[in-house]
C-alpha cells in the first residue's frame, strides 16, 4: 500500500486527521509521484474530504508531515504550493462571474508570475469537456450543476499544476461526460505528467482511472472505525 | 449677537407638558405605551442629568488624566455598542473593536482639536469630550455595520475565499473581496448623511449653536468641520477593525480560521 515511488513529488509520512473534534483518520503514509494516478477510497464520513483538505494545506493535519518536491509546504510558501497543488472541490464553487473570468481569475494572483491566461486553450477545454466554447461569456452561476464542475476542473488544469486533488470530480456528471473527463486527466497525466489523486466512493472508476488505489479502512481511527463498523 | 437664552428648571417643567400631551395622545388612541413614554421620559432626566454634573465635575477638575479617563471610559463603552449589534462573534472580537475606536478616536480627535481648533489647554475638556462623542458615535456606526456584514459574508462565502486560496491565491488577494464590501457597508451612512446634509435636516450641533446665539455661518463651519471628522472617523473605524479582523481570521498558512466565527446566542 505504502508504493515507494523515485523521487517522490507528494510525500505524506503518517499523517492523521481530525474533523471537529474527532481524529477521523491516522498513520496514514503514501507517495505520488509526476504522472502518477492515485485513488482513495473510504465509507462516507471517514475523512476523505478532510484528508484532501489537509493536503492542500486549508486545514492542518492533528499530525504527521508532507513534503512537496523534497521540502515541507511552509519552505516554498503556502500560495506557491497551493498553485502547484491545487484542489477542486466537490461542490463547484464559481464567483458570480461569467465562465471566461472565472477561468481566468487565478492569472491575476500574484503566485501566476504575471502567466498570461491561455484562452485559447481555456475555450478548447470547454469544447473537449462538452461545456462549449460559446459558454465562455455567460454566467457562470447559470449552468447546470455538472457543467460547472467541469468549468471547475478547466479552472484547475489550465493552471497546470504538478498535483491535482479532485474530490468526487465526477459525481455530478452522467455516463458520457465521465469517460470525457477521466480520459481528459488520463491525457494531462500522461503527456504533461501531471499527478492526480482522486477521491471517489465510485470503486469502479478507481480501478478504471487509477493505477493505484488506498482504501481508507486501516487507517480509520478507533473511534471511527467503531462508527463505520456500526453503521456496515 | 445676543448671548444664549439660559433655561431654568421651572422652564424644563414648562415642557415635560409636551411630554405629557404624548402621553394623552397614547392614552386616546389605547396605545398602551404611557407606562414606556414615562420610563423613558425619567431615564432622559436622570442620565442627562447625571452626565451633567459629571461634565461639570470633569470641567472644574481642568486636568489632563481627568479628560483622558472619561475618555476612556467613553472608548469601552462605544467598543461594546459596536460589536452588539452583529450577529456574529469570536473570542478577543472586543479587544479589536475596542483597537479600532481608539485608532480611529485618537488620530481624528487629535487632528480637529490641535489641528483645526487649536485648543489652549489641548486637553480643554469642554471641546474634547462633546468632540470624542460625535466622533465615536459615528465610528461605532461604521465599525458595527462593517463587522456584521464582514462576519456574515465569511460564513456565508467561506467556499469561495476557501476556492481562491486553494489555486493560490494569498491570504490578501482571498480576503480582498469581503474586506472592501464590508469596508464600503461601514461608510455608506456616514456619505448619505453628507449628501443630505442641510437639505432634510439640521445637524444637531449647529442647531444647538444656533440656539445658543451663534452666527449662523460659524455654526455652518463649525458643521464642516464635524462632517469631514466624523466621516473620517467612521471610515478609518470601519478599514482598522476590518483590517484586525483579517488579521485574526486568516493565520500566516494563508487559511480561513472559520471555525472561530461562532453564532451569537439569542
Known sequence: MNASVSEPLLDVRDLAVTGGPHRLLEGLSFQLASGDRLAITGPSGCGKSTLLRALAGLDDPAAGEIHFNGRGREAWGWPQFRRQVVLVDQRPVLLNETVGANLCRPFAYRTSDNNPFPEERARQLLDEFKVGASRFDQDARTLSVGQQQRVCLIRALLLSPAVLLMDEPTSALDEEAIQEVEQRILTECSERKMAALIVTHDGGQARRWCERHIDLKPFLSSPSRARAGGEA | ?266
Open chain 2, 1 to 266: 449677537m445676543s448671548g444664549p437664552q439660559t433655561l431654568g428648571y421651572v422652564q424644563v417643567a414648562i415642557a415635560t407638558a409636551l411630554v405629557v400631551l404624548a402621553g394623552g395622545v397614547s392614552l386616546t388612541l389605547k396605545l398602551g405605551l404611557e407606562r414606556r413614554l414615562l420610563w423613558a421620559a425619567l431615564r432622559t432626566i436622570v442620565q442627562l442629568l447625571l452626565i451633567g454634573y459629571v461634565l461639570k465635575f470633569i470641567f472644574g477638575l481642568d486636568h489632563p488624566a481627568a479628560v483622558l479617563g472619561i475618555c476612556l471610559v467613553m472608548v469601552a463603552v462605544a467598543a461594546h455598542a459596536a460589536i452588539g449589534r452583529s450577529e456574529k462573534t469570536f473570542a478577543g472580537l472586543y479587544g479589536l473593536s475596542f483597537l479600532a475606536l481608539v485608532a480611529s478616536s485618537l488620530i481624528t480627535t487629535t487632528v480637529v482639536t490641535q489641528g483645526v481648533i487649536r485648543i489652549d489647554p489641548w486637553f480643554k475638556p469642554q471641546y474634547v469630550i462633546p468632540l470624542l462623542g460625535m466622533i465615536l458615535g459615528n465610528a461605532l456606526t461604521g465599525i458595527s455595520l462593517c463587522l456584521d456584514h464582514l462576519l456574515q459574508e465569511l460564513k456565508d462565502r467561506r467556499a469561495e475565499v476557501e476556492m481562491e486560496l486553494s489555486h493560490g491565491a494569498t491570504r490578501w488577494e482571498a480576503a480582498k473581496r469581503p474586506l472592501s464590501d464590508a469596508v464600503r457597508r461601514g461608510m455608506i451612512p456616514i456619505i448619505n448623511a453628507m449628501t443630505v446634509v442641510g437639505i432634510v435636516s439640521l445637524p444637531g450641533m449647529m442647531t444647538g449653536q444656533i440656539l445658543s446665539g451663534t452666527d449662523p455661518l460659524e455654526a455652518v463651519k463649525y458643521q464642516i468641520v464635524v462632517m469631514f471628522m466624523v466621516a473620517a472617523a467612521a471610515a478609518m473605524g470601519s478599514m482598522f477593525v476590518a483590517l484586525l479582523v483579517y488579521r485574526r481570521l486568516f493565520n500566516n498558512r494563508h487559511q480561513l480560521c472559520w471555525q472561530v466565527i461562532q453564532d451569537k446566542p439569542k
